[in-house]
Every structure is written in C-alpha cells, then in structure tokens.
C-alpha cells in the first residue's frame, strides 16, 4: 500500500471548490470542502436549488458531493430513498468515514460543503476562521446548505426531510490551531444564538502545541496573507514526508510577511508535495492593498456629494482602508449590520487590529429599516444605539450626504430610493465580473448609479475584460512572479496547482525536464500516490 495517497474530488482544472483528501494507512483528513460555485451553476441558480427535503441526495446524483458513504451526516439521507444502493454503482464510490477536515480560511468555495459533512468529523483550522464561519452563518441563515459551524438536525417524515420546530441547534467540533491566539478567544460569542432554536455549544477544543496528531498525521497550521481574516496554510507529515498546502494566498496585503514566513518555514521541512493555489498567476505587478486606500482617497478628497464604496464581502482589510481613507478626507464609514457582527466575531476571536465599534470615530452603523430583522442584529444595533451617532439611518444620510461613505454592495442598491442623493461618486472595489450572470448584475449596478447622478469609478469594463481603471481593487491572490518565488523558496519534489484554470503558466515554468521539481497536473478524480 502507498504511503501517500491524494484524491482531487474538486478544484482541480476550476476555481474553488477545493475538496482534497489525503491519505496514508489508516488515516485521511480532507484538505477544504468547498462549493464549487462554477459547477452548481450548470444545474441551479438563485430560484433553483437543491431540494432541502432530500438532503444530500440531489448532490450525490449530479455529482456535486462525491459519493462516499459514511461521510456525510446521517440526518441527511432519507431512509426510504435508499440512496446507497443506487449510487454504490458510482465509480467513485468509497464507504469510509474521514478523520478530519483541515479548513484553510472562511470563503464558501473551501468551507461551504463542510454543511453537509458527519458533525463527529472535526474541523481543524485557525480561530479567526471558526469564529467568522459563526458569524457568516449568523447572518446568512439559508437551510442545510451554509451550515458550517453549527447545524439542525432533520427528522423524516412522510418520506421527506423536515426540521423539528423544537430541535436545538448544535455546534460541530472545531480545534483551534494557532497557538498563542487562540487562548485569547470568547468563548461567551461561541456560545451565542440568537435563533429561536438555541444552540447547544460545544467550545472549540484548544490546541497548545505547534503540532497537532489526527492518527498517524501530524498536521502544522500557518498563517498567510489573504483578503479574509484568519487565512491559513498546512503542513500534515505523512510516512513518504511532508505534504503543503497554501490555500489561498498572496504577498501584496498587509500581512504578506506571513507569507513569506510560511514560505521560509515550509523549505525547512523539504515537502515532498506542494499543492499550489493559481488563480491569478498571469498577473505580472499585483494592485497592492495600500494602492488601493491611496486611490480611494484621492477619489473621496474630490468627491461631491455621497460616496458610496463597493467590495467583497467579508474583506475586512479593504473595510479597515476605506475606514481610514473615509477618517482622512473628514467623512465617516457607514457599514452594515453584517460587517459590524463580522467584526464583533473577529475582536471575539482575537484577531489584531480590528476596531471596537463602540470606540472607534471613523465607522457607523446604517441600519436598514426592515419589516422584521433577526435577533442578532436587533441586538446589535441596539448596543451600538447607546452611543450617540454610532447608528444612522437612509434619513441622517439623506440630510448630510457628504459626511458619509456608505458601505453598500449590489444587494444594497434599494436603499438608495430611500437616501435619494443628487449626486455623488460610486467607487467599485470589487473583483472584475468572471461570468455572464456578474456581467448582468454590472449592468444593472451601471444604471442605478446612473439614475442617482452619480458617478462610477473603477468599474470593471466591458464583457471583453478590458477598459478597467487600474488600482480599485487588490486581488486575494498570489500573482505570477509570487508563484515562482514561492516554489523556488520551497523547492517541493512535487508541485500540484490546485485552486486554478492556468496550467499553461505552470507547464511553461516547470513543465520541462531541466525542472528540480516534478509537476502534477491533476484533474476531478485524479489520484496520485507515493
């Protein structure tokens, strides 16, 4: 039997939906187990999904999940359906149950299928990451799909699967591995819920050592530069030597230095595999993110009227920038309620340099006036209330536009109906559009700013690609010249790109035989083995 052993069930050849597992003896652990947004795409969109009453089993059959019986949590399987006896016949078919998962950072292309994994199997990864996995789920409350830290358990009925109205929420096993910070968490946010459920908490198991044993593995956390909090990497040793892993990862952030530290400490350990991220190696100089601070506020400084500031979700280090640019040109950043529990999650965490709310002169709050809101955020804004100011509305920006930059996504386009500014500037600091559906929405987000006056800056151009403004937006991930630096610092016997559509840049680089290093291209399925 081989020392080694890794399956590639997804993002291999595509962008996300990183599902890798690992194997050696009797032990295996899942490198990410992602959404492969790509692949769903082929069979849903936002008004067709998976049947919530059939749990894994529409997945399974469109081969979004893998078929590996035992994997995947028991409430989810109808017993009348008998799906393992149809899907046994799958080439790719396992009965196994693995040891853990290892969850490199917080976005759904690596962490959203964990939803659907058995909650006895543990997921390993760093505090800022478990934390946030809370707080994202807190707000996005959307079914068994996005059930990553904590899940309801279905009962079925009538031959269908339903949620028990009594039936407490549960936490799954999470261990926290970056010593020192995670002794810091709260474990009082950990245990919060504002459902209506509860929640029955299970506190994250605390690991106080650099190494950390599932079976005869040993796994090795390290932090990296990424556009979420919390972004890691592996290590795991195996019988044939160390195996990394980058997930996503970059050196034009702020914190790129723990990229390079992982770097550094990885050649040590001389890899016998490395399994690269990709997603932008044909970028040459990579928008960095202290450019981007620096053109917002030159945009701001001559701005008239309200500005309005667009970026991914979830990216607090573009949050914090506008924050001080905003702070700079004398106007305060207004977030939402999602970005201000996001922050909440990550102060719980411990996670350095993020702002207490409370405190904090350059942010408010815009709160969205709502039929009904949740628990979470009633609470919310209503702590944040007790300070005067600290929490404004489409009124207050309304009257004084040019106090405020509003930190508004495509999905937040009808609040300006209700703010009604005369004009203005909207800055688009968001990733270019990579498929027909993000063309329509831009599309659409061109004529609201249109309709208000206002004026669109850093906008991604047209369908071809071309005709963007430069500096708007600083990408999450490692650009051509960082890839190259990355494996000549590493020097792996085998480099595996993962995370990625550009196999020519790597076959290019290191496809050739005068190559140190031995290059891997895997495909959905592909096995390799040492």
Same mark, same amino acid.
């Given at each position: ?466 005709? &963007? !403004?430069? +500096?708007? #937006?600083? /990408? ?10 990355? =494996?000549? *610092? $590493? ?16 076959? &290019? !680089?290191? +496809?050739? #035989?005068? /190559? ?10 592909? =096995?390799? *083995? $040492?």
């Amino acid at each position: 039997m081989s020392q080694l052993r890794l399956t590639f069930y997804d993002g291999a050849g595509t962008i996300g939906g990183n599902r890798f597992l690992l194997e050696s003896g009797d032990s295996s652990l899942f490198l990410d187990f992602g959404t492969s947004f790509k692949k769903e795409a082929l069979f849903f969109d936002e008004f067709l999904k998976p049947r919530s009453t059939a749990g894994v089993e529409d997945l399974i059959e469109l081969g979004l999940l893998p078929p590996l019986e035992g994997t995947y949590r028991k409430d989810l399987e109808v017993p009348d359906r008998r799906i393992w006896e149809r899907f046994r016949s799958r080439p790719q078919h396992r009965a196994f149950r693995p040891d853990a998962v290892l969850l490199s950072h917080g976005h759904i292309d690596h962490s959203g299928y964990i939803s659907f994994l058995d909650p006895s199997i543990p997921v390993l990864t760093g505090t800022s990451t478990a934390f946030l996995t809370k707080a994202i789920q807190d707000t996005n409350p959307s079914g068994q799909e996005r059930e990553v830290c904590y899940f309801s358990s279905r009962e079925t009925k009538d031959g269908i699967l339903r949620t028990p109205r009594a039936a407490p929420n549960s936490h799954r096993k999470f261990a926290l591995l970056d010593c020192p910070q995670n002794a810091r968490a709260d474990q009082d946010f950990w245990a919060e819920c504002d459902s209506t459920r509860g929640l029955e908490p299970v506190p994250p198991h605390i690991c106080e050592e650099e190494d950390t044993n599932v079976g005869n593995l040993t796994v090795r956390y390290f932090p990296v530069d990424h556009s979420i909090p919390g972004s890691g990497a592996f290590a795991v040793k195996t019988p044939a030597g160390w195996v990394a892993y980058t997930g996503d990862l970059r050196l034009h952030g702020s914190r790129g230095s723990s990229t390079r530290s992982f770097m550094e400490e990885i050649s040590r350990l001389h890899p016998v595999v490395l399994l690269c991220e990709g997603t932008h190696p044909g970028t040459r100089e990579p928008v960095t993110e202290a450019s981007v601070r620096e053109r917002a506020e030159e945009v701001m400084a001559r701005a008239e009227g309200l500005v309005i500031a667009d970026f991914g979700a979830r990216n607090i280090e573009r949050l914090l920038s506008f924050a001080e640019a905003s702070h700079t040109c004398g106007r305060r950043l207004a977030i939402t309620t999602k970005d201000a529990h996001l922050l909440r999650a990550l102060r719980a965490a411990g996670e350095d340099g993020v702002p207490d709310l409370h405190d904090d002169p350059r942010i408010v709050v815009y709160a969205r006036q709502r039929a009904t809101s949740q628990k979470w955020e009633t609470s919310l804004v209503s702590r944040l209330a007790q300070v005067p100011g600290k929490v404004v509305t489409a009124r207050e920006v309304r009257e004084d536009p040019g106090s405020y930059v509003l930190c508004f996504s495509f999905y937040d386009l009808t609040e300006m109906v209700d703010i009604r500014p005369a004009q203005g500037t909207y800055i688009y600091s968001s990733s270019e559009a990579f498929n027909e559906e993000m063309h329509i929405d831009l599309d659409r987000l061109r004529h609201w700013v249109a309709h208000f006056g206002m004026t669109l800056v850093g906008d991604p151009g047209a369908r071809d690609g071309l005709g &963007r !403004e430069r +500096g708007f #937006h600083a /990408s999450g991930h490692i650009h051509g010249p960082g890839i190259m630096e990355l =494996v000549e *610092t $590493v020097r792996p016997e085998v480099l595996i790109p993962v995370h990625t559509e550009s196999h020519g840049f790597f076959e &290019r !680089e290191y +496809g050739g #035989h005068g /190559s140190a290093t031995r290059l891997v291209i895997p495909h959905e399925g592909y =096995v390799f *083995t $040492v």
